[in-house]
């Protein structure tokens, strides 16, 4: 089997157009042609007027010897790689020793639990917050009454942060082993429509993610996995092996019980502040990294679509069109796009009492009004947040308080139009495009939540941005603040075997502790904690 990439369509192509366009980019002849399939699909639009498919396939030829031989020097045709997922590990029949456990049921923690539990290690998996249905009820608490619950919200629950967001499963990191491609073929097996095996930019929506993870979790459990919801660790019980190194022998609970662990994976999301805290205090080795502040900004996704695609707006191939975005200023700070959400919301995502925090969501369909995607500035420790591991989490509240107050004090999120933005004025109301956000935007001066280097560079940037999407700097585009939780603040530092590294038997993953950037990146974490847990505990029977 040969994989062909880089296979150019125009946009309206018949389906029998396939076979020819692969024959023809070979050299080889149309009924010397087995079988092929479409492995990915994308689109090509730098040329509005003839936008074009772009595929890569899989093809099985008489003589694919021949033909790699004839295009050794082609880059985009190659043998087939072996994409098959293969356990490293399996439990004996009659395991002796603890159960592993996972702390967080996000991502990370849910691709951690599903490769333990297939490999017979009948995990524990806890979490502070609640089923995915309960957790759904409390975040709608917060956007239609203004109810915070601090332990089951857009962060914290069964499904983690990303069960409200777009659901993109997509990512940038280097995958040799394909665990990518093991995530996406166990979501399509939870229900997540096929297509997400070969779209390009493959994305699920909220809606599908909710009954994707209970789906899992049904799995987890019939493997013998066990979940235990509205459980807070609170400690770590640790033995001191001298030199500075710990060893992990179990986790103390909200309760004050002690569960006796020597295997936890720690996937606790990038919002679990009291959790760093106490890893701080434990002496957990971390450090301080770059994440980014800024705010949400929203326009007509028809705008979108027509500064993308022209003419081929809506087409139903194309769907809502996306961005990426990223502008150097003289300031020396970086302003990109973050997180973008064609026909999405803005959505209210604090965790925390007296904090306004943004986010976006989309459904599968991508069919709400606008779209919107963070706008944001890359920040760093050395310049932004000295101090120390926790020096991030404080300047993160710190500027989420000042949008709740900016806002009215009610959980409304602060918002200001882009011309009043680029005029240096409070806005006072809001014109042509009407902010998703919910409970509700309050008119102000962003100046009052945001850095002053933030602002000045969106004032470089949105007017760069706009020469390269029509209407992007509109003057009635709204911001609406603050996205404050982009990525971790900090790294819980770890060795080549994945565990803490200082704490033996820990083994720190997925978002929060700063090693991934996303569900895929955050679910190929999972199975990379979820190996070498398993490794680790058939090395010490």
């Avoid at 800024?294 to 081929?312: C, L, M, N, S, T």
């Avoid at 918002?415 to 902010?435: H, I, K, M, Y």
């Avoid at 895929?520 to 490794?535: F, M, P, R, T, Y």
Wanted: hydrophobic share 40%; charged share 25%.
């Amino acid at each position: 089997m040969l994989r062909l990439s880089g296979l150019t369509l125009p946009l309206d192509h018949p389906h029998d157009a396939m076979p020819a366009a692969i024959a023809q980019r070979l050299g080889v002849r149309p009924d010397g042609l087995l079988h092929w399939e479409v492995v990915k699909r994308g689109n090509d639009a730098r040329r509005k007027s003839a936008i074009q498919l772009v595929y890569t396939v899989d093809v099985a030829l008489d003589d694919e010897a021949a033909v790699l031989a004839r295009l050794a020097d082609d880059h985009e045709v190659r043998a087939r790689a072996e994409t098959g997922y293969h356990p490293v590990a399996h439990a004996p029949e009659r395991w002796s020793g603890l159960r592993p456990v996972v702390v967080g049921a996000g991502p990370c923690g849910l691709f951690a639990g599903l490769i333990l539990a297939q490999m017979g290690f009948r995990p524990i998996i806890l979490d502070r917050g609640k089923v995915v249905r309960e957790r759904t009820k409390d975040t709608w608490g917060l956007w239609r009454r203004s109810i915070l619950d601090p332990d089951s919200n857009v962060q914290f629950g069964e499904g983690g942060a990303g069960t409200f967001s777009d659901g993109k499963l997509y990512c940038r990191i280097k995958d040799p082993r394909f665990l990518g491609r093991k995530v996406l073929e166990e979501f399509v097996k939870a229900g997540a429509p096929d297509d997400i095996l070969t779209e390009a930019h493959p994305h699920i929506g909220t809606f599908r993610l909710v009954t994707m993870v209970e789906s899992m979790r049904a799995t987890i459990e019939s493997l013998g996995g066990e979940y235990r919801w509205q459980t807070r660790v609170d400690d770590l019980a640790l033995d001191d092996l001298g030199d500075g190194r710990k060893r992990l022998r179990g986790l103390y609970l909200q309760d004050g019980s002690l569960l006796e662990a020597d295997h936890v994976v720690l996937a606790i999301g990038h919002s679990a502040r009291p959790t760093f805290e106490m890893l701080h205090e434990r002496g957990v080795f971390m450090e301080a990294k770059p994440f980014s502040i800024g705010v949400r900004i929203e326009h007509p996704q028809a705008w979108v679509d027509e500064a993308r695609y022209g003419k081929y707006a809506r087409h139903p191939v194309l769907g809502a069109a996306a961005y990426s975005l990223a502008h150097h200023c003289d300031n020396g700070r970086t302003v990109y796009s973050f997180c973008m959400c064609p026909g999405g919301r803005v959505v209210a995502a604090t965790s925390e009492e007296g904090r306004v925090v943004t986010n976006g969501m989309s459904q599968y369909s991508r069919a709400e009004f606008n779209a919107n995607s963070g706008l944001v500035v890359a920040i760093e420790p050395e310049r932004d947040y000295p101090g120390g591991p926790l020096a991030g989490i404080a300047y993160q509240r710190h500027w989420e308080s000042l949008a709740y107050v900016a806002g009215g004090s009610n959980y409304c999120a602060p918002g200001q139009t882009v011309g009043d933005l680029l005029a240096g004025r409070p806005s006072t109301s809001l014109g042509e495009v009407t902010p998703s956000y919910r409970p509700g935007v309050t008119p102000t001066d962003l100046a009052r939540c945001l850095p002053d280097y933030v602002i000045e560079s969106f004032k470089e940037a949105l007017p760069a941005f706009g020469r390269q999407i029509a209407r992007y700097d509109h003057p009635d585009a709204v911001m609406t603040g603050v996205e404050t939780r982009t990525s971790s603040p900090l790294r819980i530092t770890r060795d080549k075997g994945l565990q803490s590294l200082n704490v033996e038997r820990l083994f720190p993953g997925g978002e929060g502790a700063g090693y991934a950037g996303g569900i895929l990146s955050a679910a190929i974490d999972g199975i990379k904690l979820a190996e070498a847990v398993g490794k680790s505990m058939m090395a010490s029977r």
